[in-house]
């Protein structure tokens, strides 16, 4: 097996290189195969919050790979404990993959300094609270906390993601980004996830360039029509924004502004963690 070398990038290009192998029988010009380790993170990534658990040939058909290739692979899976086989025998992520991912994972040091801070917010609101940080195009959302008897609908789990234009959290975010990446992500198609979501470039410019100059974020039923989010930006030691602190209120007029300066207040006590040390923040959104 070799490496097939990617072509058109130069040091320093701030993409993300797949990395793909041939065997050196496809070397007469046949396409080049897809990694056994791409596909097994396709396999990965075809659980989610709607889809826990899963029979071999749905993963197969979510993730795109032929049955006999999916049965192979998960079985390697299942063995390294990346994976877990029920009585059932549906599939489900294993112990072993949280473990892996809990160790030095700076997303989830900057959710354990959060946690207490969120956990004030979320007594003095009663509202759904949220921790989250940008990847890509979407919001990846670390920490949930959920308000028994919240008035305001929220579709949105611990490891769940949203695209970023639809949610406070984005906006939050995005706003805090060079304008070429604001750019690309404008340029890119966005999503209607309600009658209310907000696809517009040119409106979303806007909303970004408020964002930033009121310091916070607010959106009305992009992701559900009964609800709004209100997002600010969590800073690092070096002034860089790493997470988004965000609540969800019903969607009616004056439940916005009352919910903003604990937002903030919350946010200053986080940065202030971090700053003293308890987790390294320089990854920058």
């Avoid at 130069?10 to 070397?27: C, L, Y």
């Avoid at 010009?29 to 071999?56: C, K, Q, T």
């Avoid at 989250?132 to 929220?154: Q, T």
């Avoid at 997002?231 to 002034?239: E, N, R, S, W």
Wanted: aromatic share 2%; with cysteine.
């Amino acid at each position: 097996m070799r490496k097939v070398p990617c072509v058109g990038s130069q040091p320093g290009d701030d993409v993300r290189v797949k990395a793909v192998v041939r065997d050196e029988s496809d070397a007469g010009g046949s396409p080049p195969r897809e990694s056994l380790l791409s596909r097994a993170v396709r396999i990965l990534e075809a659980f989610d919050a709607g889809h826990p658990s899963l029979p071999v040939a749905a993963i197969a058909r979510r993730a795109d790979i032929p049955v006999p290739t999916t049965y192979r692979l998960v079985g390697d899976l299942v063995d390294l404990g990346l994976l877990e086989r029920g009585s059932d025998r549906r599939v489900r992520v294993g112990v072993r993959m949280w473990e892996l991912a809990s160790r030095s994972s700076e997303a989830v040091s900057l959710r354990d300094v959060a946690i207490p801070f969120m956990d004030d917010l979320h007594a003095a609101v009663r509202q759904h609270t949220q921790l989250a940080v940008l990847e890509g195009a979407e919001v990846l959302y670390l920490e949930r906390k959920s308000a028994r008897g919240a008035e305001a609908a929220n579709i949105t789990r611990t490891a769940s993601r949203l695209p970023w234009h639809a949610c406070s959290s984005g906006l939050a975010l995005v706003a805090h980004t060079s304008v070429t990446a604001q750019e690309m992500l404008l340029s890119a198609r966005l999503e209607q996830l309600t009658s209310l979501t907000v696809t517009d470039p040119a409106e979303l410019r806007r909303q970004l360039a408020e964002t930033r100059y009121r310091g916070y974020a607010a959106v009305h039923g992009s992701v559900h029509e009964q609800a709004a989010g209100v997002a600010v930006p969590i800073q690092g030691p070096d002034d860089q924004v790493v997470a988004a602190l965000s609540v969800i209120v019903p969607n009616e007029e004056g439940r916005v502004a009352p919910v903003v300066p604990a937002l903030l207040t919350t946010a200053r006590g986080i940065r202030r963690a971090l700053a003293a040390g308890h987790v390294p923040a320089d990854r920058p959104v």
